[in-house]
C-alpha cells in the first residue's frame, strides 16, 4: 500500500527578502488523500504552486521525485502532462462559456482546428457522469451553483487523466451539503486510484477524508501525522499548527478600559451572491473604551466580512442584527452613516480598497473628512496641508513630502497613511483589518504602537489578525470565530496560541 | 550648472505635462511657417479663439466626466438640441434673450440629470447611456427643428457667440485699451498668484519646481499672454466668448482642486472602492457630473448657435470628438483619476490649431481627420509608454526584473486572496492573476 507516488525534498522558496519556504519535505503515497494543514500564510500554497510548476523549477530549491522521476516543470502545462492537475481556491471557469467547453477550455477536442462538438459533449457527460453531476453539459457554467462548479473543475482535471489532483481549500466557498459531496467525491476518486493533495484547516474535513497530513508553519514542514497509526487528533494539529515564535516585540502599555462603546448583537451576514451560504451567523460581541480587542480565525472564518458588514453594509446581502453605541441602537446602513457614528474601517487590502494610489499622501489623508477642512463645501488647502505634516510627523511617514504620491510608498508607510486617514476622521471606533499584513518587522512594531496609542487616547479599537502573536501581543481581549460563529472570548491573561487555535478550529453544535 | 540638471531631471518627470506645453507651441510655430504668417495675423488668432470657443466649454465638463472614470458621447447631440430650443424659445415663442439663456441651461441641466440617473443610480455604463443620449437628442432636435434650420437670432444672443467688448477709446487708437487692460491685468494676477502659490508650497514644506524651470515657465506663460493681448486688441479687441470661457477656466479649475465635489471627484476616478469606504457618496458625486455637463453641452450649444445665427439640424456634430479628444490629448487618463481643466484646454486648443492651420493650408477634411486622428493617438500612446517607464523603473533591466520576480509579500498570499471571502463573483477567472503575480 505505502508506495510513494510523490516525494518532496528540501524545498526552499525566497522571495525578495521573505523565506516562504524553508526545507520542506513531503511525502505522499499512491492512492492516498493527503490533506496539508495550516496557519494563514504558513506557505501551503507557495508548496503547491511550486510542485504544479506555477513557480518554475530553476526559482527554488530542493527535488521532486514524482513516481520515481525527477520533475523540472517550467509551466503548468508540464506539470499536467504527467498527470498533476491543481485546483486553485478561486475557480477558473468561464461563466459564459458551456460545462463542456470549460472541460475541455485549452484541451479543445478538435480536428485540423475546427472543435468537434458532438464528441466534447459526449466526454464532458460521461466525465460529468464520473463526478456525480447529471446537467447538460451544454449549460452555461454561470447558471450551475458554485458546488457543481467545483465539481466541473474536478471533471476537467479527470479529462486531463489526472494521477495527483491537489486541492486549495477546495470547500472554502461552498455550503455543507456541497461540501459533504465535494468530499464523498473524493473519497471515490480515491477508490479509483486517484491520489488527492488537499490543502485545509477544517478538522472535520481532514478527518473525515484524509490518510495522512502534513502539517506546515511558517515556511516548514513541521510532521506527518498518519491515520493508520492513530496520529491524526486535533490537539496534535492544533499543536503543529501554532507554536509560531514569540519573536516580535509589542509595545508596553497599561489598558485604561472604560464603558462599553460598541456593541453588536445577532449579526447574520449571507453571501452577495450564494444566497445558500450564510457567512456570519449570529454574531454578537462588544469593545470598550481604551480597549483593544482582537478578532482571531481562519480563512473563510468571516473576520472581514463581519466587519465591511457593519461598516455600512460594504460586504454581504439580507444583513441582519443591531448596533449600538454608547448603549443606544445606531444605524450604521451606509458608509457616511457609519462614520458619523464615529466608526472606522481600515481594509486589509491597502492598495485595492484603501488608497487612491495615484492621488497624494495629503489628499488620501483628507480623503474621508474633508468637511473637516472646509467652508461651505471649499477645502482650505493649507489647513489640509498641514493637518497632512503633523500625521506625517507623528505617524513617522518616511516619504519626500505630504506631495509624494501614495502608490510609490512601501507597504508600511502607505498603511500608515490608510491609519492617518481614519484617525483624522476622528472615530470612536476603529476597525483595524490585518494591519500589519505585508509589512516590515520595524514597520509593524511602529504599528503595535499606533494603535497602543489610540487605546490610551480612549479609542475602542478591533483588531483582525490572522498572526496569533501579533494579536496575543496588543490585544486585551480575543474573540474567535469559525465558519461565521463566534466560537470563543478569550481575555487576554487566559489566552494563548493553542487556546486560540482550538476556539478557531471548533465545530459549530 | 546645477540648477539646470535640477531643472532637467524635473522635467523628466513631468514629461507629459512640459511635453504636451511644448507640442502646442512647435504645431503653433510650424503653421505659423506653413501658413506665411497668417495662422498668428491677429484677424485669425480672434477666429482661433471664436471657433474654439464651444469645443473648450465641453472639454471642460468632459476632462471632469473623463476623471471620474465615465465617458459622454451624448454632448454634440445635447448642443444641437438646446440650439433648437433655443431657436423655438427665441424665433418662435419670442421670448427674451436674457429669459431664453437661462431657460436653455435649465434644459441642458434636466438633459444631464436624465443621463446622470442612469448612469449612477441604475449603474448603466456611462458609454452606453450616453450613446444612447447621442442617439436621442439628435432626434428629439430633428423633431424640434422639424429639420429646417430657425433663424434669425436677435443681436444680444449673437454677441455672444461673435461679439466683442466695446471699444471704449471710440475708434481713435490703434489697439483696443479695454482688451489690454484686461489682458495686462490678467496677466499681472496670473503671475501674483505664481508666486503666491510658491511661497506658501515653501511654507508647507512641499517640493517645488526648481528654480530656474519656475521662473522660465511663468515667465514664458506671461510673456505668451502678452502677445496674444497684444493681436487680439490690435483686431477688434476681446471676444465676448473668450471672457465666459476665461470665467469658466478659473472656476472649474479652482472647483476641481479646492472645492469638496472637486476632490471627491478625483478619488472616484483614482479608486473607485476607496472612495466609496471613505464615505463620500459616488452616485451622487457621478449625478452631478452629468448635470454639470449637461449645463455645459448646453452653453456650447447656445454659443454655437449665437455665431452661425442659425439653429440647425446637424449642429454640434462631432463636437463630442473634439471634446474627447481635447482631454485625453490634455493629459486626462483613461482608467480615470488623472487629468486638469488646463490640460485640457492645452489640449483643446492643439486641435483647434490643427483645424485652423489645416484649413488655412486648404487641406481637405479628409486629411484635417487623418491627421488629428494620429495626433490623438500619438498623445496617449506617450501618456502609456511614460506610465510603464514611471512603473517599472528607470531602466528596461529593472522593469524586466519587475516582472518576472514576485513581490515580496507573495508569502502572505494564501491569506491575502482569501481571507475577503471572494468578495467578487465566485468565478472569478480574474484574481488569478493574483495567484500568479
Known amino acids: 500500500m505505502n508506495v510513494p507516488i510523490l516525494q518532496m525534498r528540501g524545498i526552499t522558496k525566497t522571495f525578495p527578502g521573505v523565506k516562504a519556504l524553508q526545507d520542506v519535505t513531503l511525502d505522499v503515497n499512491r492512492g492516498e488523500v493527503h490533506a496539508i494543514c495550516g496557519e494563514n500564510g504558513a506557505g501551503k500554497s507557495t508548496l503547491m504552486k511550486v510542485l504544479s510548476g506555477v513557480y518554475a523549477h530553476n526559482t527554488f530549491e530542493g527535488d521532486i521525485l514524482f513516481e520515481n522521476e525527477p520533475c523540472d516543470f517550467a509551466s503548468i502545462s508540464d506539470s499536467e502532462k504527467r498527470g498533476i492537475v491543481i485546483i486553485h481556491q478561486e475557480l477558473a471557469l468561464s461563466p459564459y462559456l458551456s460545462i463542456a467547453e470549460n472541460i475541455f477550455l485549452g484541451n479543445e477536442l478538435a480536428s485540423r482546428g475546427w472543435v468537434d462538438w458532438r464528441r466534447t459533449n459526449l466526454e464532458a457527460a460521461k466525465l460529468l457522469a464520473r463526478v456525480g453531476l447529471s446537467e447538460n453539459p451544454v449549460t452555461p457554467i454561470q447558471h450551475i451553483s458554485v458546488g457543481k462548479q467545483q465539481l466541473v473543475e474536478i471533471a476537467k482535471a479527470l479529462s486531463k487523466e489526472v494521477k495527483l489532483l491537489i486541492l486549495d481549500e477546495p470547500t472554502a466557498a461552498l455550503n455543507d451539503e456541497d461540501s459533504d459531496h465535494l468530499l464523498d467525491l473524493i473519497l471515490h476518486l480515491k477508490g479509483q486510484g486517484v491520489t488527492s493533495i488537499i490543502i485545509s484547516h477544517k478538522l472535520n474535513e481532514i478527518r473525515k477524508v484524509a490518510d495522512a497530513v502534513t502539517i506546515i508553519r511558517d515556511g516548514k514542514s513541521i510532521e506527518t501525522l498518519r491515520v493508520d497509526q492513530g496520529q491524526i487528533t486535533q490537539e496534535r494539529i492544533i499543536r503543529g499548527m501554532v507554536g509560531r515564535d514569540l519573536d516580535s516585540l509589542y509595545p508596553e502599555r497599561e489598558p485604561q478600559i472604560g464603558e462599553e462603546v460598541l456593541r453588536i448583537e445577532d449579526w447574520t451576514v449571507q453571501h452577495p451572491q450564494d444566497h445558500t451560504r450564510t457567512v456570519v451567523h449570529n454574531a454578537s460581541l462588544n469593545v470598550r473604551k481604551g480597549e483593544v480587542v482582537g478578532l482571531a480565525g481562519l480563512m473563510g472564518a468571516g473576520r472581514t466580512e463581519l466587519a465591511m458588514s457593519v461598516f455600512g453594509r460594504t460586504y454581504g446581502r439580507a444583513v441582519s442584527g443591531k448596533v449600538f453605541k454608547h448603549g443606544e441602537e445606531i444605524n450604521t446602513s451606509t458608509v457616511p452613516e457609519a462614520i458619523r457614528h464615529g466608526i472606522a474601517y481600515a481594509t486589509e487590502d491597502r492598495k485595492h480598497y484603501g488608497l487612491n494610489l495615484i492621488e497624494d499622501i495629503k489628499r488620501n489623508i483628507s480623503m474621508a473628512a474633508l468637511p473637516k477642512l472646509s467652508k461651505r463645501g471649499w477645502v482650505d488647502g493649507n489647513q489640509e496641508t498641514t493637518v497632512a505634516n503633523s500625521y506625517r510627523k507623528s505617524m513617522n511617514i518616511k516619504a519626500p513630502s505630504v506631495a509624494a504620491i501614495t502608490g510609490k510608498l512601501s507597504g508600511g508607510n502607505q498603511q500608515k497613511v490608510v491609519l492617518s486617514k481614519w484617525m483624522f476622521s476622528d472615530p470612536d471606533v476603529l476597525i483595524l483589518d490585518e494591519p500589519t499584513r505585508g509589512i516590515d518587522v520595524g514597520a509593524k512594531f511602529e504599528i503595535y504602537t499606533i494603535i497602543a496609542e489610540l487605546a490610551a487616547q480612549g479609542k475602542a479599537v478591533i483588531v483582525i489578525s490572522s498572526e496569533l502573536p501579533e494579536l496575543l501581543g496588543i490585544c486585551d481581549r480575543i474573540y474567535t470565530l469559525s465558519a461565521g460563529h463566534v466560537t470563543g472570548e478569550v481575555p487576554i491573561a487566559e489566552a494563548s496560541q493553542e487556546t486560540l487555535m482550538h476556539y478557531m478550529t471548533k465545530e459549530k453544535e | ?437
Open chain 2, 1 to 437: 550648472m546645477s540648477a539646470l540638471r535640477e531643472s532637467l531631471g524635473f522635467l523628466a518627470s513631468r514629461l507629459r505635462q512640459v511635453g504636451i506645453f511644448v507640442a502646442l507651441i512647435l504645431i503653433v510655430l510650424l503653421f505659423q511657417v506653413l501658413t506665411d504668417g497668417i495662422l498668428l495675423q491677429p484677424q485669425n488668432v480672434s477666429n482661433l479663439v471664436v471657433q474654439n470657443s464651444y469645443i473648450l466649454i465641453l472639454a471642460i465638463g468632459m476632462v471632469m466626466v473623463i476623471i471620474a472614470g465615465h465617458i459622454d458621447l451624448s454632448v454634440g447631440s445635447i448642443a444641437g438640441f438646446i440650439g433648437a430650443v433655443a431657436g423655438v424659445m427665441i424665433v418662435h415663442w419670442g421670448w427674451a434673450w436674457w429669459a431664453a439663456i437661462p431657460a436653455c441651461l435649465l434644459v441642458g441641466a434636466l438633459v444631464g440629470a436624465w443621463q446622470g440617473y442612469w448612469i449612477a443610480y441604475v449603474g448603466i455604463p456611462a458609454f452606453i447611456v450616453t450613446l444612447a443620449g447621442m442617439l436621442i437628442f439628435r432626434g428629439l432636435t430633428l423633431i424640434t427643428l422639424k429639420n429646417q434650420q430657425i433663424t434669425p437670432f436677435p443681436d444680444e444672443l449673437r454677441a455672444l457667440g461673435g461679439g466683442f467688448l466695446p471699444d471704449i477709446s471710440g475708434g481713435t487708437s490703434v489697439l483696443e485699451w479695454l482688451t489690454v487692460i484686461l489682458g495686462v491685468g490678467g496677466t499681472a494676477a496670473l503671475l501674483f498668484q505664481s508666486i503666491k502659490e510658491r511661497r506658501v508650497r515653501r511654507k508647507f514644506n512641499l517640493e517645488n519646481e526648481p528654480m530656474a524651470w519656475f521662473a522660465t515657465k511663468t515667465a514664458f506663460i506671461a510673456v505668451l499672454m502678452l502677445i496674444i493681448t497684444f493681436l487680439l486688441a490690435s483686431y477688434r479687441g476681446t471676444p465676448i466668448v473668450l471672457l465666459v470661457l476665461a470665467a469658466l477656466v478659473i472656476a472649474y479649475s479652482a472647483l476641481m482642486n479646492n472645492s469638496i465635489f472637486g476632490r471627491h471627484t478625483y478619488a472616484i476616478g483614482g479608486n473607485l472602492h476607496a472612495a466609496e469606504l471613505s464615505g463620500i457618496k459616488t452616485k451622487a458625486v457621478t449625478f452631478r457630473l452629468f448635470v454639470n455637463m449637461g449645463v455645459l453641452a448646453a452653453l456650447a450649444g447656445l454659443i454655437f448657435t449665437a455665431r452661425l445665427n442659425s439653429a440647425q439640424p446637424a449642429g454640434g456634430t462631432g463636437f463630442e470628438l473634439d471634446s474627447i479628444a481635447a482631454a485625453f490629448i490634455g493629459g486626462a487618463a483613461v482608467q480615470g483619476g488623472i487629468g486638469t481643466v488646463a490640460g485640457a484646454m492645452i489640449g483643446g486648443l492643439i486641435m483647434g490649431v490643427l483645424n485652423n492651420g489645416m484649413s488655412i493650408l486648404g487641406l481637405g477634411t479628409d486629411y484635417q481627420q487623418l491627421i488629428k486622428g494620429l495626433v490623438l493617438l500619438l498623445a496617449v500612446g506617450f501618456d502609456i509608454f511614460n506610465k510603464n517607464r514611471a512603473g517599472g523603473g528607470s531602466s528596461i533591466a529593472k522593469r524586466f526584473k519587475l516582472r518576472t520576480t514576485p513581490p515580496a509579500t507573495e508569502t502572505k498570499a494564501p491569506a491575502a486572496t482569501a481571507a475577503p471571502a471572494e468578495p467578487a463573483t465566485p468565478v472569478a477567472a480574474g484574481s488569478r492573476e493574483s495567484e500568479n503575480a
